[in-house]
């Protein structure tokens, strides 16, 4: 039988990203309930309401949320949705929100809807997925006997990683395979990438970070913030080791900004600048930040994934010749300023996406 495929589309909400499901067999808008806790939306109680589900059981929705707003490829909607428990999506739209749009253009095989509303035309476009089977634990023992050709899905409560490509599943205790020698292989000949670095990242010029000030600021000296001893300790042991990566170095100059000790979730602890200032004197850099649901977008249809996560990305980008003294900061032991383009300024973000994008233009699109 071929495999026919349901209309779902991407969309945020309160940069959240949500994935819907536009169901003409369904009456009514429905939103999932833990994600409606999670989105912090207002529930509002009703009579409950008794909803047969595709399987025929019967659920029991006793929340409301009006008003319920997202957006879906760069065009906000609106509804009242019932909220009650979903598995298949975030969200549901049925009849209720679909009678809304007037007349319909349907077509299921480039799963497309066109309508228009207020003279303007709306063309939203579902994602393709390819026929995957999911396995439960149940039959996993069994599907794995057969030797086919599996990935693994890891969902946490913020993202899911999706390791990729897939892999051929092997008995491990088979002494006679390929796979470690080959990886092994493989690491020794990139042993470069996962090493310490040890210099600085070569000029850029055009990338290179730049901080311009707003006419008539002047330069400005922050007291460093209180410490105890154990934190002072801390900020010692930090200090050294940037300057032993060599991406500080002693200052002498005007400007300065505190520092602030953040503990990460390993229990570690992390040095960050205080840029509040600083940012504030700088003027913005408008350089366009992706958007979620357009890299959704471009990612339907696609069967094989890569992802790429740099250590400390920002760090592989210098500070632009004469523009170190902006980021100066002060502990209790002396004065420092970055060469490399430190986390915290308003314009590193827009400056990094202009680095990636001109490495990777080739493959963007």
């Known amino acids: 039988m071929p495999n026919y495929q349901t209309m779902r589309i991407s969309a945020l909400h309160k940069k959240k990203l949500l994935q819907i499901l536009i169901d003409s067999g369904s009456t009514h808008n429905f939103l999932d309930l833990e994600m409606a806790k999670k989105l912090g939306c207002k529930l509002e109680p009703i009579s409950p309401i008794q909803i047969t589900a595709g399987g025929g059981h019967m659920l029991e929705a006793p929340f409301i949320c009006k008003s319920f707003n997202w957006v879906m490829q760069q065009t ?170 060599g991406i500080i170095q002693h200052s002498n100059n005007l400007y300065s900004s505190p520092t602030v000790l953040v503990r990460k979730k390993d229990g570690s602890w992390r040095l960050c600048v205080d840029f509040r200032r600083l940012n504030s004197c700088t003027i913005k850099d408008r350089f366009p930040i992706p958007l979620i649901e357009d890299l959704m977008d471009e990612l339907g249809g696609a069967s094989i994934f890569s992802k790429l996560d740099m250590r400390s990305g920002y760090h592989q980008l210098r500070m632009a010749i004469g523009e170190e003294h902006k980021t100066a900061f002060k502990t209790h032991s002396g004065h420092f300023e970055y060469l490399v383009m430190p986390f915290g300024l308003t314009n590193a973000p827009a400056s990094f996406q202009a680095f990636m994008n001109h490495i990777f233009k080739h493959f963007l699109r």
């Open 76 to 245: 906000q909607f609106q509804a009242d949705v019932i909220v009650l428990p979903l598995v298949c999506c975030d969200l549901i739209l049925g009849i209720q929100w679909l009678k809304t749009l007037g007349p319909i253009v349907w077509d299921f095989e480039k799963l497309q809807m066109e309508f228009s509303q207020q003279g303007r035309k709306f063309v939203l476009r579902g994602a393709k997925t390819s026929s995957l089977k999911v396995v439960n634990n149940k039959s996993f023992s069994q599907v794995v006997r057969t030797g086919v050709d599996m990935c693994f899905l890891s969902l946490a409560e913020n993202e899911a990683h999706l390791f990729m490509p897939t892999c051929n599943l092997f008995d491990a205790a088979d002494p006679a395979l390929p796979f470690p020698s080959l990886l092994d292989h493989l690491l020794q000949q990139f042993d470069d990438i996962f090493s310490e670095p040890s210099t600085l990242p070569p000029p850029r010029p055009g990338f290179d970070h730049k901080i311009p000030i707003k006419e008539g600021t002047d330069a400005f000296n922050l007291r460093p913030y209180r410490y105890s001893t154990v934190q002072k300790n801390i900020i010692d042991k930090l200090v050294d080791e940037m300057f032993t990566q």
